[in-house]
T-cell receptor
Framework: GAVVSQHPSRVICKSGTSVKIECRSL??????MFWYRQFPKQSLMLMAT?????????EQGVEKDKFLINHASLTLSTLTVTSAHPEDSSFYIC??????????FGPGTRLLVL | GQQVMQIPQYQHVQEGEDFTTYCNSS?????IQWYKQRPGGHPVFLIQ?????EVKKQKRLTFQFGEAKKNSSLHITATQTTDVGTYFC????????FGTGTRLTIIP
């Protein structure tokens, strides 16, 4: 099946710093990638839809200036959490959609902001 | 907007017992997908149902889409310890909305 990678898998940072998370589709081209956030014991919440070559579409309540998304190529999307605070600590997961519209998820990135 | 509720929220079963999780929507769904997320892992796609009344099987797993396309179920026969995890239903074409999930734990 399709493989999606994420880097880094874990990151610990100080409050106020910015963190960049990469999402790559390894064996297919993904015109659309999605970014989710999952708090402990909760469901996945869609943050934004990332389309190659265009601006991301953010879900209601998600600050676009805080969560910067760049989809520079058909295999790479990045999420930058700017000026991170402890409440941003979460499990961030990306997914990429194949041509048959199945979404494949990356392994996720655990962010801990101290 | 559309909301999807899953029940139960948690389920503890003895190994070898059956398990079922239900997904209920307030509105008609065009399709429904099921995902499994192991503890500490990421969601893994299991199946997609599209047709009214559709039933699909994957070994010990049976997936069903209701006639009115407002509910779905996932049934696991004779659970094994490898079945541990949280099972999510989701729906959507362009973007997915996930249900609340059912966390399954197995007592060996």
């Amino acid at each position: 099946g399709a493989v999606v990678s994420q880097h880094p898998s874990r990151v610990i940072c100080k409050s106020g710093t910015s963190v960049k998370i990469e999402c790559r589709s390894l064996d297919f081209q993904a015109t659309t990638m999605f970014w989710y956030r999952q708090f402990p014991k909760q469901s996945l919440m869609l943050m934004a839809t990332s389309n190659e070559g265009s601006k991301a579409t953010y879900e209601q309540g998600v600050e676009k200036d805080k969560f910067l998304i760049n989809h520079a190529s058909l295999t790479l999307s990045t999420l930058t959490v700017t000026s991170a605070h402890p409440e941003d600590s979460s499990f961030y997961i990306c997914s990429a959609r194949t041509e048959v519209e199945t979404q494949y998820f990356g392994p996720g990135t655990r962010l801990l902001v101290l | 907007g559309q909301q999807v509720m899953q029940i139960p929220q948690y389920q503890h079963v003895q190994e070898g017992e059956d398990f079922t999780t239900y997904c209920n929507s307030s509105t008609t769904l065009s399709n429904i997908q099921w995902y499994k997320q192991r503890p500490g892992g990421h969601p893994v796609f299991l199946i997609q149902l599209v047709k009214s009344g559709e039933v699909k099987k994957q070994k010990r797993l049976t997936f069903q889409f209701g006639e009115a396309k407002k509910n779905s179920s996932l049934h696991i026969t004779a659970t094994q310890t490898t079945d541990v995890g949280t099972y999510f239903c989701s729906f959507g074409n362009e973007k997915l909305t996930f249900g609340t999930g059912t966390r399954l734990t197995i007592i060996p």
